[in-house]
């Protein structure tokens, strides 16, 4: 007990202490503000400002003046794909973003495609943006000790997996001071750039029609189209993010739809503002690639270059720090939102169920875990190279991007006889649909040999493997509706006894008594209660009927919910207990919910064992004729920790198998 006690103590230091899930001020104090949430999720779209419009100006190849048309369509495309998503938080208020879209707005097995590249694709963001900000970091320090760069970010995404296990709000409040600093150092950078050139508006007037006229010589019209339309495209780091917050609207402070709008509008116009500066910077200070710098930290050595060593230096310093910061920042949507997705694909029987579950700090521990293992699977095996991680990034983000916007269209034209502003909605959303389509098709087609191929090989597998759990959870739940063939038996018998007026049962504390654990007035829990009869006939007086619901993903959404969880499992435990009293035996349940089936039926079981001390536990358990290694995955296995909780406390537990 001794080596659990300092377990505990360990995790309580670094995660901190259980939440209660009873205060009513709880999802007050675990939500977020607009401003909190620009931070925690918009932070995802404005960092793409450190290396998508460098990628965008990288690929104009020696014409840095058609960075000007790169620079307003991006910043425009930015405004369209924020818009088409407040349609979409008005449409799913309680969130679900491009797996929810999908789901039910084209089909599930559509949305199980969606759900997947959004889950490789918030993996990544955790990648990338810790990958992005060691690359800002080290662009400050000597190249010899680039070698260590890599375990740099392997610590930073280790750091923010144990944040994120502490909660939401902790995670965030930290970053704030510095997410200011980076938007004010960087609004700074693009005023002082544009304003200095601007002084000499007719020489760079002269020299940018000059630049233009030679890409259109050497290039011709149809050449310098398909440069811009590439380098837009090859940007396409720049979009990510922004689908952040109607995922993430569950972690929103009420009203959340009006929150989400706020945070969405936030995002948009900041990213979009700091896109095209930074792109207008390029041009006029004719930014290029140094080894071992990122462009932006080139960018900002150009500027600070007649201020003076000291000044220059720190300058440069602070607003790279910023940068790298931020980054950091923004690998907390991943954090935040890839588990909610994994918990809804869960919900959905996508994938296990235990991906649903909440920890005793109210958040999907295990999700979590998940992203931070497998992004530092991903950081480790691509060494950290954002040229290479942005382009499996960019071509997941845009399959979820696409068919979010197909299915919104689908939406507007099913209801165009509504009476709604349909036309509007359907002009935003179809604008959309051709973009990320376009955007999507020339990312994978420019980049399926770099790195393309690897992404789709990736969500494809994931996709499959959902394909896969879906048709066991399926088959699985067919063969238990022989077993509900017994709750209309159960009822009826019960029915049957009620016109013969029995006497009413009394309680005999004294007497022995059988806890049986249930899920619900079901066919599984009435094969254990009827097994209880057959093996043990007429030895049991009283029966208690234990039942906990668990609070999950699903439930966590506000104090109504949880009063409706509350309220449905004392419902479903009286239902035995009318049931056994009908047949002359006394019974009563003792419930509760909480994120811990097991603890919580720890918590109960003293009570219990105090009314009734000759008492033994029986739990029903599926057993499958032939159990493989996914049977165990899949499926609950509760009961054999609740045995081995109640052997250490010296009480009887048994466990009544159910072959199915």
Same mark, same amino acid.
């Given at each position: 007990?001794?080596?659990?006690?300092?377990?505990? *103590?360990?995790?309580?230091?670094?995660?901190?202490?259980?939440?209660?899930?009873?205060?009513?001020?709880?999802?007050?104090?675990?939500?977020?503000?607009?401003?909190?949430?620009?931070?925690?999720?918009?932070?995802?779209?404005?960092?793409?400002?450190?290396?998508?419009?460098?990628? !965008?100006?990288?690929?104009?190849?020696?014409?840095?003046?058609?960075?000007?048309?790169?620079?307003?369509?991006?910043?425009?495309?930015?405004?369209?794909?924020?818009?088409?998503?407040?349609?979409? +938080?008005?449409?799913?208020?309680?969130?679900?973003?491009?797996?929810?879209?999908?789901?039910?707005?084209?089909?599930?097995? +559509?949305?199980?495609?969606?759900?997947? !590249?959004?889950?490789?694709?918030?993996?990544?963001?955790?990648?990338?943006?810790? !990958?992005?900000?060691?690359?800002?970091?080290?662009?400050?320090?000597?190249?010899?000790?680039?070698?260590?760069?890599?375990?740099?970010?392997?610590?930073?995404?280790?750091?923010?997996? +144990?944040?994120?296990?502490?909660?939401?709000?902790?995670?965030?409040?930290?970053?704030?001071?510095?997410?200011?600093?980076?938007?004010?150092?960087?609004?700074?950078?693009?005023?002082?750039?544009?304003?200095?050139? =601007? =002084?000499?508006?007719?020489?760079?007037?002269?020299?940018?029609?000059?630049?233009?006229?030679?890409?259109?010589?050497?290039?011709? =019209?149809?050449?310098?189209?398909?440069?811009?339309?590439?380098?837009?495209?090859?940007?396409?780091?720049?979009?990510?993010?922004?689908?952040?917050?109607?995922? /993430?609207?569950?972690?929103?402070?009420?009203?959340?739809?009006?929150?989400?709008?706020?945070?969405?509008?936030?995002?948009?116009?900041?990213?979009?503002?700091?896109?095209?500066?930074?792109?207008?910077?390029?041009?006029?200070?004719?930014?290029?690639?140094?080894?071992?710098?990122?462009?932006?930290?080139?960018?900002?050595?150009?500027?600070?270059?007649?201020?003076?060593?000291?000044?220059?230096?720190?300058?440069?310093?602070?607003?790279?720090?910023?940068?790298?910061?931020?980054?950091?920042?923004?690998?907390?949507?991943?954090?935040?939102?890839?588990?909610?997705?994994?918990?809804?694909? !869960?919900?959905?029987?996508?994938?296990?169920?235990?991906?649903?579950?909440?920890?005793?700090?109210?958040?999907? #521990?295990?999700?979590?875990?998940?992203?931070?293992?497998?992004?530092?699977?991903? =950081?480790?095996?691509?060494?950290?190279?954002?040229?290479?991680?942005?382009?499996?990034?960019?071509?997941?983000?845009?399959?979820?991007?696409?068919?979010?916007?197909?299915?919104?269209?689908?939406?507007?034209?099913?209801?165009?006889?509504?009476?709604?502003?349909?036309?509007?909605?359907?002009? +935003?959303? /179809?604008?959309?649909?051709?973009?990320?389509?376009?955007?999507?098709?020339?990312?994978?087609?420019?980049?399926?040999?770099?790195?393309?191929?690897?992404?789709?090989?990736?969500?494809?597998?994931?996709?499959?493997?959902?394909?896969? $759990?879906?048709?066991?959870?399926?088959?699985?739940?067919?063969?238990?509706?022989?077993?509900?063939?017994?709750?209309?038996?159960?009822?009826?018998?019960?029915?049957?006894?009620?016109?013969?007026?029995?006497?009413?049962?009394?309680?005999?504390?004294?007497?022995?008594?059988?806890?049986?654990?249930?899920?619900?007035?079901?066919?599984?829990?009435?094969?254990?209660?009827?097994?209880?009869?057959?093996?043990?006939?007429?030895?049991?007086?009283?029966?208690?009927?234990?039942?906990?619901?668990?609070?999950?993903?699903?439930?966590?959404?506000?104090?109504? #919910? $949880?009063?409706?969880?509350? @309220?449905?499992?004392?419902?479903?435990?009286?239902?035995?207990?009318?049931?056994?009293?009908?047949?002359?035996?006394?019974? #009563?349940?003792?419930?509760?919910?909480?994120? @811990?089936?097991?603890?919580?039926?720890?918590?109960?079981?003293?009570? %219990?064992?105090?009314?009734?001390?000759?008492?033994?536990?029986?739990?029903? *358990?599926?057993?499958?004729?032939?159990?493989?290694?996914?049977?165990?995955?899949?499926?609950?296995?509760?009961?054999?920790?609740? *045995?081995?909780?109640?052997?250490? *406390?010296? %009480?009887?537990?048994?466990?009544?198998?159910?072959?199915?």
């Amino acid at each position: 007990m001794t080596i659990i006690s300092g377990l505990r *103590q360990v995790k309580k230091f670094f995660i901190g202490g259980s939440r209660d899930f009873r205060d009513s001020r709880i999802f007050h104090s675990i939500s977020l503000s607009a401003f909190l949430a620009w931070v925690g999720l918009g932070s995802d779209g404005l960092s793409s400002s450190c290396y998508g419009p460098a990628e !965008a100006f990288k690929a104009l190849h020696g014409h840095p003046a058609l960075g000007i048309f790169v620079a307003i369509a991006t910043g425009l495309t930015i405004l369209v794909i924020a818009a088409s998503y407040s349609h979409i +938080i008005e449409l799913f208020p309680t969130g679900g973003g491009g797996y929810l879209v999908a789901s039910k707005l084209l089909s599930p097995e +559509i949305g199980v495609i969606s759900g997947s !590249a959004l889950l490789i694709d918030y993996i990544l963001t955790i990648t990338i943006s810790v !990958a992005s900000g060691a690359d800002a970091i080290f662009s400050l320090l000597p190249k010899n000790l680039l070698d260590y760069k890599i375990w740099f970010a392997a610590s930073g995404v280790i750091m923010l997996l +144990i944040l994120n296990l502490r909660g939401i709000k902790e995670a965030v409040l930290p970053l704030v001071p510095v997410f200011l600093l980076f938007v004010g150092t960087h609004l700074f950078v693009i005023v002082y750039a544009i304003s200095t050139n =601007m =002084m000499n508006a007719g020489a760079v007037y002269q020299e940018t029609s000059a630049d233009l006229t030679s890409s259109f010589n050497s290039l011709g =019209m149809f050449g310098v189209i398909f440069l811009i339309l590439k380098a837009y495209s090859l940007g396409a780091g720049t979009f990510t993010g922004i689908e952040a917050v109607s995922n /993430g609207l569950p972690v929103l402070r009420e009203p959340r739809v009006l929150t989400a709008k706020k945070t969405m509008r936030l995002m948009a116009w900041s990213l979009s503002i700091t896109v095209m500066g930074l792109i207008a910077a390029y041009i006029f200070l004719d930014v290029s690639e140094a080894p071992g710098k990122t462009l932006n930290a080139v960018l900002f050595e150009s500027i600070t270059r007649s201020w003076g060593t000291a000044t220059g230096t720190s300058f440069v310093w602070i607003t790279l720090l910023s940068e790298a910061i931020l980054l950091f920042i923004a690998a907390q949507t991943g954090f935040l939102d890839g588990p909610r997705v994994l918990a809804n694909m !869960a919900l959905d029987n996508w994938l296990p169920k235990k991906f649903a579950t909440l920890s005793d700090r109210l958040v999907t #521990e295990r999700g979590i875990l998940v992203m931070g293992f497998a992004s530092l699977v991903m =950081m480790i095996a691509s060494h950290g190279s954002v040229d290479f991680l942005i382009v499996l990034y960019s071509i997941n983000v845009f399959i979820t991007f696409t068919l979010s916007q197909l299915g919104m269209v689908r939406h507007w034209w099913q209801e165009r006889n509504s009476g709604e502003r349909w036309v509007n909605k359907l002009l +935003i959303n /179809g604008i959309g649909l051709m973009l990320t389509s376009f955007i999507l098709l020339t990312v994978l087609f420019l980049k399926f040999h770099e790195g393309g191929w690897i992404t789709i090989v990736i969500t494809g597998v994931l996709v499959m493997l959902a394909f896969f $759990i879906k048709g066991h959870y399926n088959r699985t739940y067919e063969t238990l509706k022989r077993l509900d063939i017994i709750v209309e038996a159960a009822v009826m018998s019960g029915s049957d006894i009620d016109e013969k007026n029995l006497p009413e049962p009394v309680c005999d504390p004294k007497g022995k008594t059988a806890a049986i654990l249930v899920n619900g007035f079901n066919g599984l829990g009435l094969h254990t209660l009827f097994s209880v009869s057959r093996l043990f006939s007429g030895v049991y007086k009283n029966f208690v009927f234990v039942e906990i619901g668990p609070i999950d993903a699903g439930n966590f959404k506000g104090a109504d #919910e $949880i009063g409706h969880l509350n @309220d449905y499992v004392s419902k479903e435990s009286e239902k035995y207990v009318r049931y056994m009293m009908d047949h002359g035996y006394y019974a #009563e349940s003792a419930t509760s919910i909480g994120t @811990d089936v097991v603890d919580e039926i720890s918590k109960l079981v003293p009570k %219990i064992t105090e009314k009734f001390p000759d008492i033994v536990f029986f739990g029903g *358990q599926l057993v499958f004729t032939r159990e493989s290694l996914m049977d165990r995955w899949l499926h609950n296995y509760t009961v054999f920790a609740v *045995q081995q909780n109640l052997y250490n *406390q010296g %009480i009887p537990f048994l466990i009544l198998p159910i072959r199915v």
